[in-house]
């Protein structure tokens, strides 16, 4: 079992920024790739950013140039920094792990807002 802890949303206006944090415990020597998915209200869940344990990365094109995902190995944390913020990236931010063999588990989500 892997338990995810996200931290660092919050309510921000549009040209802002924040930082969302995911701490990882558990059976973390089996986690492989590290993310964060979003879900705005009546919106499927989707991929925001994802890093594997060897650092490659992948964004989706609506975040390229803005968003920056990071990893510490060391701290088994993830984070997610957000800058120039739009109201269309207000959503509930979902930190996941991957594990290999492939299992996914989920953070509890962390909602982020950003106003007009």
């Known amino acids: 079992q892997v338990q995810l802890v996200e931290s660092g949303g919050g309510l921000v206006q549009t040209g802002g920024s924040l930082r969302l944090s995911c701490a990882a415990s558990?059976?973390?020597?089996?986690?492989?790739?590290m993310g964060w998915y979003r879900q705005a209200p009546g919106k499927q869940r989707e991929l925001v950013a994802a890093i594997t344990r060897g650092g490659n990365t992948n964004y989706a094109a609506s975040v390229k140039g803005r968003f920056t995902i990071s990893r510490d190995n060391a701290k088994n944390t993830v984070y997610l920094q957000m800058n120039s913020l739009k109201p269309e990236d207000t959503a509930v931010y979902y930190c996941?792990?991957?594990?290999?063999?492939?299992?996914?588990?989920w953070g509890q989500g962390t909602q982020v807002t950003v106003s007009s």
């Open positions: 558990g059976f973390i020597f089996s986690i492989d790739s």
């Open positions: 996941n792990a991957e594990t290999a063999p492939v299992i996914h588990y």
